[in-house]
């Protein structure tokens, strides 16, 4: 006999946990023995989920709906593309990044081992700042913004997905958000693309 009823073992559609990141929490790795969490992620129409290392965590994707473009290992590592159905894997130790060119919203289950991945996500609740800074000083997580950098202007890419980013005049509210960009000049170049990609779309919409 179990203790356990339908409702601690189905999670609909929409029941998932909001969070302050583009993410929601179907499941925390707590109510499975700490050993994973799920997660659901949505990737839109020219965006990317900027390249990262997890030095703790094995990670799985699997793709809902849409198309996905993938790097993992960095420049000179492997490039592929997984559409709906398909599954991937994320090792911990491998540089990843994925992208949407398609014209709708790639949408994604991911599973991560142990609970490194909902802090990180956990953390975007006090500010894009704090969710970096944390990953890199206590969650094993490395950022790869060169990169990044590199890939939203080979594939023209307008958008960062994951961190579901504020306007910039919020951004610029944030000391932390402001020191990062004041003393990392990659992480400075990579935002003021961001922004000058935003700003030509807004000057494209007045012709």
Do not use: C
Not at 132 to 155: D, N, Y
Not at 163 to 179: K, V
């Amino acid at each position: 006999m179990t203790d356990l009823n339908a409702a601690d073992l189905v999670i609909h559609p929409g029941q998932g946990e909001k969070t302050a990141s583009d993410m929601a929490m179907i499941v925390r790795s707590g109510r499975l023995g700490n050993h994973f969490s799920i997660m659901e992620g949505e990737v839109r129409p020219g965006e990317l989920l900027a390249f990262h290392t997890h030095a703790n965590e094995d990670q799985h994707m699997y793709i809902i709906e849409g198309e996905l473009h993938f790097e993992v290992g960095g420049a000179d590592g492997i490039r592929f593309t997984a559409g709906p159905g398909a599954h991937v894997l994320k090792p911990r130790g491998s540089s990843h990044g994925f992208w949407n060119l398609g014209k709708t919203t790639a949408r994604y289950v991911e599973t991560s081992t142990e609970s490194g991945f909902e802090h990180f996500v956990d953390g975007r609740e006090e500010g894009l700042a704090s969710m970096v800074g944390q990953a890199t000083e206590a969650l094993g997580m490395s950022f790869e913004t060169q990169r990044a950098l590199e890939v939203m202007k080979e594939f023209s890419l307008t958008g960062l997905a994951g961190a579901n980013l504020p306007p910039p005049h919020e951004l610029l509210a944030d000391p932390g958000f402001r020191s990062m960009i004041k003393n990392d000049p990659v992480i400075r170049e990579f935002f003021v693309h961001l922004g000058g990609v935003k700003l030509k779309e807004a000057i494209g919409g007045l012709f």
